[in-house]
């Protein structure tokens, strides 16, 4: 890559830690989608990217909220992640072997969807769920993260139907990713080989920005309501998804 290509990546990284940490998820969402877009990254070593900065965001706040960590619920939702990941990465080797403009139409409407899913169905909190909710939730969020690494929405809406406190809520989806995302890295290098790790090391180098992001978010989340960011993040996650999924019906 030239080094306006990595100015870009870094931006990316910056506003998806921003985003993240302003409204509490949305970091694939934001930077996986941007990236296939915007730069010339094959698609496994993008989610490899994003999901290593990721890593990195989420260990900060297992750090800052381990005495909220429900630890044997995160572990059992990762290990359920772990084996759903396989299926996630063969679904990728398909969807790899598409033309770049099928790869972006396919990534801008799984963009869609997962918004369209955390708009529309809002569950009413309750101190306990049936196992099988679970189950298709943990499930659900491994295939995706295999197949484009936006794996979060899923979590985040079994999450949102507990009547659980922020700290809690938040301290679980940390653990949970920091958990499997090692896990995601080495069944991707071993599926896509060396170049994944060239992206896992251009990920350490971007740490400070992704910590300077989350930062930022911080205070931006501080200062203006949570429902406004989110429904904003929304509208933005959405023109980025449309703007993947239109161009190319154009050119027809």
Known sequence: MEIYHYILVGLIVFLAGLLQSAIGFGYALFATPLLVLLTKIPLPNIITLVAACSFFQSLFGVIELRQHVPW??????TIVRALSLILGILL????VGLSTQHIRMAIGCILCGLVA????????PRPKLHWAWGGLAFVSSGVLAGLCGMGGPPLVIWVMAHDWSNPKSRAFLFATFTAAI?????????SFGRSILESCLLAV???????LGSAVGLAIGRRISKERLRYLAYAVLLIIGISAIIPPFLKK
């Open 205 to 211: 180098l971007l740490t400070p920005v992704v910590y």
């Open 72 to 77: 044997r619920l995160s572990m059992t939702a």
């Open 182 to 190: 090692p896990i995601q890295l080495v069944m991707l290098g071993i």
């Open 92 to 95: 990728l080797k398909i969807l």
């Open 117 to 124: 899913l955390q708009l529309l169905y809002r569950p009413a």
